[in-house]
């Protein structure tokens, strides 16, 4: 039986982070996963003492089946959920099971919620992960992870997290070679030294190069938002580079893939941009008989294919 396990997004720097973080502090064996595939992973775990989530939020389609897994998890082990996305209903009903902890915070990414909760058995350099995570994630004016920036030189934190960011990206869904970074990072190596890192950023560097010429000339402009299919593209990138190229306040990309039913969308926020993007996304995917969710500037949805432009249409009116 291995006594510590680890569950963690698969798709940046704050799952991975976070990941590495709970492995350096604990030995964990770890899994990453996707938001569409977290329940089936938490399904597949059925012997340890301790198990962390990470970076995994919750929507209105997934909470129900994450506390029926969670419950029969708790049966045999102490469950920590540690994430930083909106707040589900029901979720902090279970804060005081004494085999249930959920550290919450939509004021830091989870990496630094994970730092902060590991705090006194980890080496002080491992607060680097934290600088990537809140870098990438748009939070590093968070309570915890600004302290922490503010002990590194932002020049050398830009180059590492984006570098471990695009490396992250072109890598995709190859969970086995993002297991080995998490590995890496929990070693507390700087991402440019773990092997083939900066060769798998500079493809992608590439691939972005190629993508700003699609979106001037394929993404569709609409009152308030700016959308593109990303197909073979990463959905998070694709959608903030319409933002910024179409100089809109909300940028979207989707990816319809030919053996799914579903539509896969990602969203991303200017920084000034006032409303709640996880909310605005989590209820129009809900109302479409799919889930979503993120945090203000950031979300991402699972939708049917066939609600796809009711989904578009009906975002004029939320944003």
Do not use: W
Request: glycine residues 6%; aromatic residues 10%; hydrophobic residues 40%.
């Amino acid at each position: 039986m291995h006594q510590t396990i680890c569950i963690s997004h698969s798709s940046d720097v704050d799952g991975l982070a976070s990941a590495a973080l709970v492995k350096c502090a604990t030995k964990a064996e770890v899994y990453l996963t996707s938001y569409g595939n977290f329940i089936d992973t938490l399904k597949a775990i059925s012997d340890a003492s301790e198990v962390y989530i990470c970076d995994l939020g919750l929507s209105l389609g997934t909470i129900q089946p994450f506390f029926e897994e969670v419950n029969r998890i708790r049966r045999f082990a102490k469950v920590t959920y540690i994430d930083h996305h909106q707040k589900v209903k029901g979720l902090f009903n279970y804060k005081s099971a004494s085999d249930l902890k959920v550290v919450h915070s939509l004021k830091d990414c989870t990496a630094a919620l994970t730092y902060n909760y590991f705090k006194c058995v980890l080496p002080k350099e491992a607060s680097i992960l934290v600088a990537y995570a809140a870098l990438t994630d748009y939070l590093e004016e968070g309570p915890i992870a600004s302290k922490i920036l503010a002990l590194y030189d932002r020049i050398h934190l830009y180059y590492e997290a984006s570098t471990l960011s695009y490396a992250i990206e072109q890598l995709g869904d190859m969970l086995k070679k993002l297991s080995i970074l998490v590995e890496e990072l929990s070693r507390l190596k700087y991402p440019h030294e773990i092997e083939s890192v900066v060769e798998y950023a500079s493809e992608h560097a590439r691939r972005v190069s190629e993508f700003m010429k699609k979106v001037k000339k394929d993404a569709k402009v609409g009152r308030k938002y700016a959308y593109i299919d990303a197909s073979d593209f990463p959905k998070g990138t694709a959608a903030n580079l319409v933002r910024c190229l179409l100089e809109v306040p909300v940028g979207l990309s989707y990816t319809v893939k030919r053996d799914s039913d579903f539509v896969e969308l990602s969203l991303r926020a200017s920084s000034n941009y006032t409303k709640d993007l996880g909310s605005i996304t989590q209820r129009l995917a809900s109302k479409l008989g799919g889930f979503g969710g993120g945090h203000s500037k950031a979300s991402g949805a699972r939708i049917p294919k066939d609600s796809l432009q009711q989904f578009l249409k009906a975002l004029e009116d939320f944003l």
